[in-house]
């Protein structure tokens, strides 16, 4: 693990939390436009302080288990769906607020941005840059936290298993180009392939309500 500073970490962490603010309370109309600018950003940084990610190159053991670890969280949240939607007072709504996003783009472009800027960024800087200088647990809970502005209590919860998730894979050895597989193939198969239980009915009633 390597040590940074205080005035280091709280700087980024604030550029953090700070564009999480922006993209997720901004205009849901641009709303991919803003993400993949804070993914740019983020990805940027991490990537400006470590150097040795530049030079990593994937094999084909990373995507294969990239793809599987992204199947078992699907399963997971396969699980989640349905407890949340049982147990949360506004889960049903706030799954279909989540899923209401791809109304704002076509799934070709979702996709693209998802594959290539905001799923590898988000490895690269909270997976990589940040659990790297502080630690497995504080690292998922700054993700988790970071999600705390959308007032959805469901995707705060959503964020914090994945973190969870992705962070002790990473705590265990998982390389970085399997978690960005894992990260892509889990945002792709669950956002836009094979939504969870009932999303398509939640998102129609969340856009329209």
Known sequence: MRRASGAELALALGAAFGLFALTFRGD?????????????????????NEPAARAV???????????????????????????????????????GDIYALRSHGTPGDIGLRLATVIGPAE??????????????????AAYGGAHLVTGNATLVGAAAVAGMYWGLLRAIGLSMPALVASHVAWDIWIFLLAPTEGAGEESRSAATG
Do not use: C, H, K, N
């Not at 436009?33 to 400006?48: H, Q, W």
């Not at 490895?123 to 998922?140: D, I, K, N, T």
């Open 123 to 140: 490895e690269l800087f909270w997976r990589g840059y940040l659990q790297r200088r502080v630690g497995w647990l504080p690292a998922s």
């Open 57 to 95: 190159r994937p094999r084909a053991r990373d995507l294969a288990l990239g793809l599987g670890s992204a199947a078992v969280l699907y399963g997971i949240f396969q699980a989640g769906d349905r407890l949340a939607r049982r147990i949360l007072p506004r889960g049903a709504r706030e799954i």
């Open 28 to 48: 849901r109309a641009r709303f991919w436009e803003r993400m993949t600018l804070t993914g740019a950003f983020l990805g940027s940084l991490a990537l400006a």
